[in-house]
Protein backbone atom coordinates (compact mmCIF):
# COMPACT_ATOMS: atom_id res chain seq x y z
CA UNK A 1 0.00 0.00 0.00
CA UNK A 2 2.60 2.15 0.79
CA UNK A 3 4.76 1.53 -2.71
CA UNK A 4 1.22 2.48 -4.47
CA UNK A 5 0.47 5.82 -2.50
CA UNK A 6 3.90 7.15 -3.65
CA UNK A 7 2.55 6.50 -6.95
CA UNK A 8 -0.74 7.69 -6.94
CA UNK A 9 0.62 10.90 -5.08
CA UNK A 10 2.89 11.67 -7.89
CA UNK A 11 -0.09 11.27 -10.33
CA UNK A 12 -2.27 13.51 -8.50
CA UNK A 13 0.29 16.00 -8.77
CA UNK A 14 0.68 15.76 -12.61
CA UNK A 15 -3.44 16.16 -12.86
CA UNK A 16 -3.78 19.57 -14.92
CA UNK A 17 -4.83 22.67 -13.12
CA UNK A 18 -6.77 25.84 -13.23
CA UNK A 19 -5.20 28.88 -14.30
CA UNK A 20 -6.13 32.20 -14.58
CA UNK A 21 -3.40 33.36 -17.02
CA UNK A 22 -2.98 33.19 -20.73
CA UNK A 23 -2.00 29.63 -21.52
CA UNK A 24 -0.31 29.27 -25.51
CA UNK A 25 0.20 26.06 -26.62
CA UNK A 26 3.13 24.38 -27.71
CA UNK A 27 4.99 26.34 -24.94
CA UNK A 28 8.40 25.47 -24.89
CA UNK A 29 8.24 22.66 -27.66
CA UNK A 30 12.06 22.87 -28.02
CA UNK A 31 12.09 20.59 -24.56
CA UNK A 32 10.04 17.57 -26.53
CA UNK A 33 12.46 17.28 -29.10
CA UNK A 34 14.52 14.32 -27.37
CA UNK A 35 17.35 13.76 -25.77
CA UNK A 36 19.98 11.33 -27.10
CA UNK A 37 20.89 9.10 -30.78
CA UNK A 38 18.92 5.92 -28.61
CA UNK A 39 15.91 7.42 -27.52
CA UNK A 40 15.21 9.68 -30.78
CA UNK A 41 15.67 6.57 -33.20
CA UNK A 42 13.26 4.68 -30.67
CA UNK A 43 11.02 7.87 -31.61
CA UNK A 44 10.74 9.07 -28.17
CA UNK A 45 9.54 5.78 -26.21
CA UNK A 46 12.15 5.98 -23.15
CA UNK A 47 10.21 6.75 -20.27
CA UNK A 48 9.94 3.29 -18.97
CA UNK A 49 13.25 1.88 -20.46
CA UNK A 50 15.36 4.75 -20.10
CA UNK A 51 18.24 3.42 -17.82
CA UNK A 52 21.48 6.36 -18.70
CA UNK A 53 22.31 9.86 -18.08
CA UNK A 54 19.26 10.94 -20.43
CA UNK A 55 17.37 9.58 -17.76
CA UNK A 56 17.51 13.49 -16.73
CA UNK A 57 15.46 14.35 -19.74
CA UNK A 58 12.96 11.54 -20.12
CA UNK A 59 12.66 10.17 -16.71
CA UNK A 60 14.62 11.53 -13.52
CA UNK A 61 13.73 8.36 -11.95
CA UNK A 62 15.95 6.36 -14.17
CA UNK A 63 19.03 7.79 -12.67
CA UNK A 64 19.31 5.50 -10.10
CA UNK A 65 20.66 2.91 -12.80
CA UNK A 66 23.82 5.19 -13.30
CA UNK A 67 25.66 3.50 -10.24
CA UNK A 68 29.33 3.21 -8.98
CA UNK A 69 30.35 5.69 -11.82
CA UNK A 70 29.11 9.09 -13.12
CA UNK A 71 28.12 8.63 -16.38
CA UNK A 72 28.22 11.78 -19.35
CA UNK A 73 26.55 12.27 -22.75
CA UNK A 74 26.93 14.67 -25.08
CA UNK A 75 24.83 14.88 -28.84
CA UNK A 76 24.34 17.36 -31.36
CA UNK A 77 21.69 17.52 -34.41
CA UNK A 78 21.30 19.89 -36.73
CA UNK A 79 17.97 20.61 -38.64
CA UNK A 80 16.59 21.76 -41.78
CA UNK A 81 19.99 22.17 -43.72
CA UNK A 82 22.00 23.07 -40.62
CA UNK A 83 19.77 25.92 -40.16
CA UNK A 84 18.48 25.21 -36.61
CA UNK A 85 21.14 23.50 -33.95
CA UNK A 86 20.50 21.33 -31.27
CA UNK A 87 22.92 20.42 -28.39
CA UNK A 88 22.28 18.67 -25.53
CA UNK A 89 24.53 17.72 -22.81
CA UNK A 90 24.04 15.35 -19.31
CA UNK A 91 26.05 14.41 -16.30
CA UNK A 92 25.16 11.85 -13.82
CA UNK A 93 26.69 11.35 -10.08
CA UNK A 94 25.85 8.72 -8.27
CA UNK A 95 26.17 9.20 -4.41
CA UNK A 96 24.85 7.81 -1.34
CA UNK A 97 25.85 3.76 -2.00
CA UNK A 98 24.33 3.92 -5.12
CA UNK A 99 20.77 4.72 -3.74
CA UNK A 100 20.82 8.19 -4.84
CA UNK A 101 21.65 9.82 -8.30
CA UNK A 102 22.12 13.67 -9.23
CA UNK A 103 22.17 14.98 -13.06
CA UNK A 104 22.57 18.36 -14.50
CA UNK A 105 21.68 18.43 -18.20
CA UNK A 106 22.04 21.34 -20.37
CA UNK A 107 19.62 21.88 -23.85
CA UNK A 108 20.15 24.64 -26.53
CA UNK A 109 17.76 24.99 -29.64
CA UNK A 110 19.28 28.25 -31.70
CA UNK A 111 18.56 29.55 -35.37
CA UNK A 112 21.96 32.07 -35.79
CA UNK A 113 22.42 34.13 -38.10
CA UNK A 114 19.13 35.61 -38.94
CA UNK A 115 19.20 39.05 -41.01
CA UNK A 116 17.97 41.83 -39.33
CA UNK A 117 15.60 43.42 -42.94
CA UNK A 118 15.04 46.40 -40.30
CA UNK A 119 17.20 49.27 -41.62
CA UNK A 120 16.69 47.59 -45.37
CA UNK A 121 14.64 49.60 -46.92
CA UNK A 122 15.70 54.11 -46.73
CA UNK A 123 13.52 56.77 -46.31
CA UNK A 124 13.65 57.46 -49.60
CA UNK A 125 12.60 53.99 -50.56
CA UNK A 126 15.65 52.52 -51.74
CA UNK A 127 17.33 49.75 -50.45
CA UNK A 128 20.77 49.62 -48.62
CA UNK A 129 21.69 46.20 -48.40
CA UNK A 130 25.11 47.17 -45.94
CA UNK A 131 22.85 47.84 -43.28
CA UNK A 132 21.49 44.09 -42.99
CA UNK A 133 22.66 42.53 -39.71
CA UNK A 134 22.05 39.51 -38.25
CA UNK A 135 21.51 37.87 -34.82
CA UNK A 136 20.44 34.76 -33.19
CA UNK A 137 17.42 33.11 -31.43
CA UNK A 138 18.01 30.89 -29.07
CA UNK A 139 16.41 28.66 -26.17
CA UNK A 140 18.55 27.34 -23.53
CA UNK A 141 17.26 24.53 -20.61
CA UNK A 142 18.91 23.54 -17.33
CA UNK A 143 17.89 21.08 -15.31
CA UNK A 144 18.78 19.57 -12.13
CA UNK A 145 17.71 16.44 -11.57
CA UNK A 146 17.56 14.22 -7.98
CA UNK A 147 16.94 10.04 -8.30
CA UNK A 148 15.86 7.75 -5.12
CA UNK A 149 15.94 4.08 -4.63
CA UNK A 150 12.27 3.69 -3.32
CA UNK A 151 12.86 -0.06 -2.71
CA UNK A 152 14.75 -2.91 -4.56
CA UNK A 153 14.33 -6.61 -4.42
CA UNK A 154 15.04 -9.57 -6.98
CA UNK A 155 11.64 -9.16 -8.42
CA UNK A 156 10.72 -5.70 -8.54
CA UNK A 157 12.62 -2.39 -8.11
CA UNK A 158 11.16 1.20 -7.72
CA UNK A 159 12.24 4.70 -7.95
CA UNK A 160 10.96 8.39 -7.97
CA UNK A 161 12.33 11.44 -9.02
CA UNK A 162 11.93 15.20 -9.65
CA UNK A 163 13.49 17.89 -12.22
CA UNK A 164 14.25 21.83 -11.05
CA UNK A 165 14.40 23.49 -14.18
CA UNK A 166 15.35 26.86 -15.38
CA UNK A 167 14.30 28.41 -18.23
CA UNK A 168 15.99 30.77 -20.97
CA UNK A 169 15.17 32.11 -24.05
CA UNK A 170 16.44 35.11 -26.00
CA UNK A 171 15.93 36.98 -29.74
CA UNK A 172 19.00 38.53 -30.23
CA UNK A 173 19.05 42.15 -28.32
CA UNK A 174 14.71 42.51 -28.78
CA UNK A 175 13.89 40.37 -26.47
CA UNK A 176 14.68 37.30 -23.81
CA UNK A 177 12.62 35.51 -21.08
CA UNK A 178 13.07 33.20 -17.92
CA UNK A 179 11.16 30.52 -16.91
CA UNK A 180 11.05 28.03 -14.16
CA UNK A 181 9.87 24.33 -13.61
CA UNK A 182 9.15 21.36 -11.99
CA UNK A 183 9.02 17.65 -13.43
CA UNK A 184 8.20 14.42 -11.16
CA UNK A 185 8.39 10.46 -11.91
CA UNK A 186 8.60 7.41 -11.24
CA UNK A 187 9.55 3.94 -12.58
CA UNK A 188 8.83 0.08 -11.60
CA UNK A 189 10.82 -2.18 -12.88
CA UNK A 190 9.96 -6.39 -12.98
CA UNK A 191 12.74 -8.90 -14.18
CA UNK A 192 11.09 -8.26 -17.88
CA UNK A 193 8.96 -5.88 -17.86
CA UNK A 194 9.13 -2.09 -17.03
CA UNK A 195 6.78 0.95 -16.61
CA UNK A 196 7.77 4.52 -16.27
CA UNK A 197 5.54 7.88 -15.55
CA UNK A 198 6.97 11.35 -16.28
CA UNK A 199 4.58 14.48 -15.01
CA UNK A 200 6.25 17.16 -16.31
CA UNK A 201 5.31 21.33 -16.01
CA UNK A 202 3.64 19.68 -12.63
CA UNK A 203 2.94 23.22 -11.36
CA UNK A 204 3.04 24.92 -14.81
CA UNK A 205 6.19 26.35 -16.08
CA UNK A 206 5.94 30.27 -15.78
CA UNK A 207 7.73 32.08 -18.80
CA UNK A 208 8.34 36.18 -18.31
CA UNK A 209 9.23 37.98 -21.80
CA UNK A 210 10.68 41.40 -21.58
CA UNK A 211 11.66 43.78 -24.43
CA UNK A 212 14.13 46.12 -25.47
CA UNK A 213 13.58 48.15 -28.40
CA UNK A 214 15.75 51.10 -29.33
CA UNK A 215 14.14 53.95 -30.26
CA UNK A 216 14.92 53.99 -34.13
CA UNK A 217 14.29 50.32 -33.67
CA UNK A 218 10.39 51.27 -32.71
CA UNK A 219 10.04 53.67 -35.59
CA UNK A 220 10.89 50.95 -37.94
CA UNK A 221 8.40 48.25 -36.49
CA UNK A 222 5.82 52.09 -36.16
CA UNK A 223 6.58 52.58 -40.11
CA UNK A 224 6.08 49.06 -41.30
CA UNK A 225 2.61 48.59 -39.21
CA UNK A 226 4.09 45.95 -36.69
CA UNK A 227 2.64 45.85 -32.84
CA UNK A 228 5.37 46.96 -30.72
CA UNK A 229 5.39 44.32 -27.75
CA UNK A 230 6.26 45.70 -24.07
CA UNK A 231 5.49 42.93 -21.89
CA UNK A 232 4.39 38.82 -22.39
CA UNK A 233 4.06 35.88 -20.42
CA UNK A 234 3.35 32.49 -21.30
CA UNK A 235 2.25 29.49 -19.21
CA UNK A 236 3.20 25.67 -20.12
CA UNK A 237 0.38 23.69 -18.83
CA UNK A 238 1.55 19.62 -17.47
CA UNK A 239 1.95 16.97 -19.71
CA UNK A 240 1.83 13.41 -18.69
CA UNK A 241 3.96 10.75 -20.37
CA UNK A 242 3.02 6.66 -19.55
CA UNK A 243 5.03 4.06 -20.63
CA UNK A 244 5.77 0.32 -20.35
CA UNK A 245 8.35 -1.48 -22.08
CA UNK A 246 9.19 -5.58 -22.05
CA UNK A 247 12.60 -7.34 -23.07
CA UNK A 248 11.98 -10.43 -24.93
CA UNK A 249 15.00 -12.86 -24.64
CA UNK A 250 15.45 -13.62 -28.30
CA UNK A 251 18.78 -16.17 -27.92
CA UNK A 252 21.09 -16.26 -25.10
CA UNK A 253 23.14 -13.12 -26.76
CA UNK A 254 19.72 -10.89 -28.65
CA UNK A 255 17.66 -9.18 -26.72
CA UNK A 256 14.55 -7.82 -27.99
CA UNK A 257 13.32 -4.37 -26.16
CA UNK A 258 9.54 -2.74 -27.42
CA UNK A 259 8.43 0.07 -25.60
CA UNK A 260 5.07 1.76 -25.87
CA UNK A 261 4.15 5.53 -24.37
CA UNK A 262 1.20 7.64 -24.31
CA UNK A 263 2.00 11.56 -24.19
CA UNK A 264 -0.69 13.29 -22.43
CA UNK A 265 -1.00 17.17 -23.00
CA UNK A 266 -4.21 19.72 -21.55
CA UNK A 267 -3.83 22.55 -23.47
CA UNK A 268 -6.65 21.84 -25.87
CA UNK A 269 -7.36 19.70 -28.98
CA UNK A 270 -4.19 19.44 -31.02
CA UNK A 271 -3.89 16.88 -34.09
CA UNK A 272 -3.38 13.42 -32.44
CA UNK A 273 -4.86 9.91 -32.76
CA UNK A 274 -7.31 10.88 -29.74
CA UNK A 275 -8.20 14.42 -28.69
CA UNK A 276 -11.28 16.60 -27.38
CA UNK A 277 -11.46 20.05 -26.35
CA UNK A 278 -9.19 19.53 -23.21
CA UNK A 279 -7.28 17.04 -23.83
CA UNK A 280 -5.07 15.14 -25.78
CA UNK A 281 -3.34 11.64 -26.49
CA UNK A 282 -0.06 11.34 -28.74
CA UNK A 283 1.25 7.60 -29.07
CA UNK A 284 5.03 6.56 -29.13
CA UNK A 285 6.04 3.13 -29.90
CA UNK A 286 10.15 2.19 -30.30
CA UNK A 287 12.72 -1.12 -30.25
CA UNK A 288 15.86 -1.74 -30.07
CA UNK A 289 17.71 -5.36 -30.75
CA UNK A 290 20.78 -5.68 -28.77
CA UNK A 291 23.35 -8.07 -29.88
CA UNK A 292 25.82 -9.07 -26.84
CA UNK A 293 24.58 -5.78 -25.32
CA UNK A 294 27.82 -4.48 -27.66
CA UNK A 295 25.51 -3.92 -30.79
CA UNK A 296 22.41 -1.88 -31.39
CA UNK A 297 19.86 -1.50 -33.77
CA UNK A 298 16.68 0.47 -33.04
CA UNK A 299 13.67 1.99 -34.66
CA UNK A 300 10.38 4.15 -33.85
CA UNK A 301 7.41 5.69 -34.78
CA UNK A 302 5.89 8.96 -33.63
CA UNK A 303 3.65 12.23 -34.31
CA UNK A 304 0.91 10.35 -35.93
CA UNK A 305 -1.73 13.05 -37.40
CA UNK A 306 -4.48 12.64 -39.87
CA UNK A 307 -4.20 15.26 -42.56
CA UNK A 308 -4.98 16.60 -46.61
CA UNK A 309 -3.97 13.73 -48.99
CA UNK A 310 -1.40 15.68 -51.08
CA UNK A 311 -2.89 13.33 -54.00
CA UNK A 312 -6.48 14.97 -53.10
CA UNK A 313 -6.57 18.00 -55.08
CA UNK A 314 -10.53 18.86 -53.57
CA UNK A 315 -8.74 19.00 -50.29
CA UNK A 316 -11.57 16.20 -49.21
CA UNK A 317 -9.39 13.36 -48.85
CA UNK A 318 -7.45 12.88 -45.14
CA UNK A 319 -5.31 10.31 -44.48
CA UNK A 320 -2.73 9.20 -41.25
CA UNK A 321 1.03 10.35 -41.34
CA UNK A 322 3.54 9.46 -38.97
CA UNK A 323 7.47 10.32 -38.15
CA UNK A 324 9.88 7.52 -38.84
CA UNK A 325 13.59 7.00 -37.02
CA UNK A 326 16.12 4.28 -37.14
CA UNK A 327 19.55 3.96 -35.54
CA UNK A 328 22.40 1.58 -34.48
CA UNK A 329 24.99 2.45 -31.70
CA UNK A 330 27.85 0.10 -30.20
CA UNK A 331 29.54 0.35 -26.80
CA UNK A 332 33.24 -1.18 -25.95
CA UNK A 333 34.27 -0.77 -22.50
CA UNK A 334 33.13 2.51 -20.86
CA UNK A 335 32.79 4.49 -24.12
CA UNK A 336 29.37 4.01 -26.52
CA UNK A 337 28.60 5.80 -29.63
CA UNK A 338 25.11 6.11 -31.09
CA UNK A 339 23.30 7.39 -34.05
CA UNK A 340 19.81 7.78 -35.23
CA UNK A 341 18.21 8.96 -38.42
CA UNK A 342 14.86 10.95 -37.84
CA UNK A 343 12.36 12.73 -40.23
CA UNK A 344 10.96 15.97 -39.39
CA UNK A 345 7.46 15.77 -40.92
CA UNK A 346 6.44 12.81 -41.68
CA UNK A 347 7.36 9.40 -43.36
CA UNK A 348 6.64 10.58 -47.25
CA UNK A 349 8.55 14.16 -46.73
CA UNK A 350 11.93 14.33 -47.18
CA UNK A 351 13.26 16.33 -44.17
CA UNK A 352 15.38 14.20 -42.56
CA UNK A 353 18.28 15.25 -39.80
CA UNK A 354 21.10 13.22 -38.71
CA UNK A 355 21.65 12.54 -34.48
CA UNK A 356 25.22 12.16 -32.95
CA UNK A 357 25.67 11.05 -29.85
CA UNK A 358 28.36 9.95 -27.33
CA UNK A 359 28.38 8.28 -23.85
CA UNK A 360 31.20 8.29 -21.14
CA UNK A 361 31.21 6.19 -18.29
CA UNK A 362 33.78 7.97 -16.09
CA UNK A 363 35.14 4.53 -13.70
CA UNK A 364 36.99 5.20 -10.88
CA UNK A 365 40.24 4.05 -9.78
CA UNK A 366 40.15 1.62 -7.58
CA UNK A 367 41.64 2.38 -3.83
CA UNK A 368 44.72 0.02 -2.93
Known amino acids: MKRLSVLYFL ?3 ALPISVFSQVRKYSNEFLNIGAGAR ?4 GGAQVASVSDATG ?3 NPAALVNVKDNPEAMLMHADYFAGIAKYDYGTLALPIQDNKRTIGISVLRFAVDDIPNTLYL ?11 IQSFSSADYAFLLSFAQQYTENKNRKISVGANAKIIYRKVGSFANAWGFGLDAAAMMHGNRWKLGLMAKDITTTFNAWSFNFTDREKEALYLTQNN ?22 ITPSVNLLAEANLDFTFDGRRNTIFSTNNMS ?3 RIGIETSIQNV ?22 SKTWIYQPSIGAGFKIKNVAIDYAFTNLANQGNPLYTHVF ?6 VRKKEN
Not at 39 to 42: I, S, T, Y
Not at 121 to 131: A, C, E, I, M, W
Not at 239 to 248: E, K, P
Open 357 to 362: SLKLDF
Open 121 to 131: VQPDGSLNYDN
Open 295 to 316: FFVRAGISNFQKTISDKDTLNQ
Open 11 to 13: FSL
Open 56 to 58: GYW
Open 228 to 249: IPVKSTEITLPRIVLGGAYNFK
Open 281 to 283: IDP
Open 39 to 42: GLAM
